[in-house]
């Protein structure tokens, strides 16, 4: 498994850019940030792009995927783009009845709760990942030298929406589930983890430099179940991943109590959410791993001088790690002014890398 010698990592376009260099841990020419969720409704051109057409739809038309994933990296000089999709494109581009309603987010028409569900689930065929190879293409040969970062959903946060059918709060369907059917489990979350496997390498081939794994609810979990019930599943959906050698981060909200184990599924790069400090997060991690994040999105509307110190006891609590790429601690609120989010990424590139 080698990318093509004219992928953005081989031919010498991203391999030395700040992102990559901070995510394998050898020191950026300046400190590397970018934003969950910086595409999206805290911006006045991609509500307009978005204008008439469904979330969904959007996603599968690589010309306005890739224009909405070009938008925040022209506006704030980000270090990395993040590939406009979302977790339940594979789950749509398998035949799955999926939606996602406004206000509320992914609605499936049936959700998946007994053995005969999950065995009637249909297999992603690898050609209908063509719109996402296109947009991946038609946004690399415009970012140049800044590196695409490409993205799936770990396998317990799709079962999440799948078996309860939509958000939910404290995920007692799948986190049942795992205890009540354990079989039933796990023929879930391994077929959760081969479409997003499937996702993932597809965006990495081509053209994607390195791919963050979302387990955003991960954090509802315990420990033991963490390790029991969905690590293996989630380094499965890394398996086809991995040898590509474009660094991967794996990111949940919560997680305080599983880093290490996040870690051992197999990631270069973990992704911490506001509640930890990075230093602490280092600590647990053995010093060892490279991290991401952790401003707190909450205090993107705080006054200035609130936000400036928080920004830098960050950085500070960042340097502690061999690697650090600053991020927010979940994603960009649609409330967010932008011209903040701009100002945070300068004041951070003014700062000793
Ligand atoms: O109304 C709109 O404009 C749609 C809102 C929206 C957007 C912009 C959704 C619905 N998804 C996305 C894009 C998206 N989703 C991206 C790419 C853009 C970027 O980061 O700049 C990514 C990486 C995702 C991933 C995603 N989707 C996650 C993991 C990240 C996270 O936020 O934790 C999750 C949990 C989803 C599900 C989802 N999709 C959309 C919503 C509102 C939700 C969350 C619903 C819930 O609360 O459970």
Redesign the pocket.
């Known amino acids: 498994m080698t990318l093509s010698p004219s992928h953005p990592l081989m031919d010498g376009r991203t391999a030395e850019s700040p992102l990559i260099s901070a995510y394998r841990g050898v020191k950026p020419s300046r400190r590397p940030v970018w934003?969950?969720?910086?595409?999206?409704?805290s911006l006045p051109e991609?509500?307009k792009a978005?204008e008439g057409t469904g979330?969904l739809e959007s996603?599968l038309l690589p010309e306005l995927a890739s224009e909405?994933?070009l938008q925040?990296v022209r506006r704030h000089d980000v270090d990395a783009g993040?590939?406009?999709?979302?977790?339940?494109i594979p789950l749509k581009l398998a035949g799955v009845g999926v939606d996602?309603v406004?206000?509320?987010?992914?609605v499936l028409d049936s959700p998946v709760r007994t053995a005969a569900d999950v065995a009637a689930l249909p297999t992603l065929e690898d050609s209908a990942l063509d719109p996402i190879r296109e947009a991946v293409a038609l946004t690399v040969a415009e970012l140049g030298s800044t590196p695409l970062i490409g993205?799936a959903?770990a396998p317990f946060?799709l079962a999440a929406?799948m078996v309860e059918g939509?958000?939910?709060r404290d995920h007692m369907g799948p986190r049942s589930m795992m205890h009540a059917d354990p079989e039933t489990w796990q023929a879930l979350a391994g077929w959760a983890a081969d479409v997003s496997g499937q996702f993932l390498r597809a965006q990495i081939e081509a053209g994607a430099s390195a791919g963050?794994l979302?387990d955003?609810?991960a954090g509802s979990l315990g420990r033991a179940d963490y390790e029991r019930f969905v690590a293996p599943a989630s380094a499965r959906a890394l398996d086809g991943v991995r040898g590509l050698g474009a660094p991967l981060v794996h990111?949940g909200?919560g997680t305080s109590e599983i880093l290490q184990p996040m870690r051992d599924v197999g990631v270069d790069v973990v992704g911490v959410d506001y509640r930890l400090p990075l230093d602490e997060a280092n600590r647990r991690l053995g010093g060892g791993v490279p991290l991401q994040g952790n401003i707190d999105p909450a205090l993107l509307t705080a006054p200035w001088e609130v936000l400036e110190a928080h920004v830098r006891a960050v950085v500070e609590a960042g340097s502690a790690a061999p690697g650090h790429v600053v991020n927010l601690g979940?994603?960009?609120p649609?409330t967010t002014d932008p011209e903040v989010l701009t100002r945070v990424v300068s004041l951070i590139h003014s700062i000793e890398p």
Do not use: E, K, L
């Open positions: 934003f969950m969720r910086q595409a999206g409704r991609y509500r978005r979330m996603c909405i994933t925040p993040i590939f406009f999709s979302d977790i339940v996602i406004s206000g509320v987010g992914p993205f959903g946060t929406y939509r958000p939910s963050q979302f955003s609810w990111f909200t979940h994603g960009v649609p």
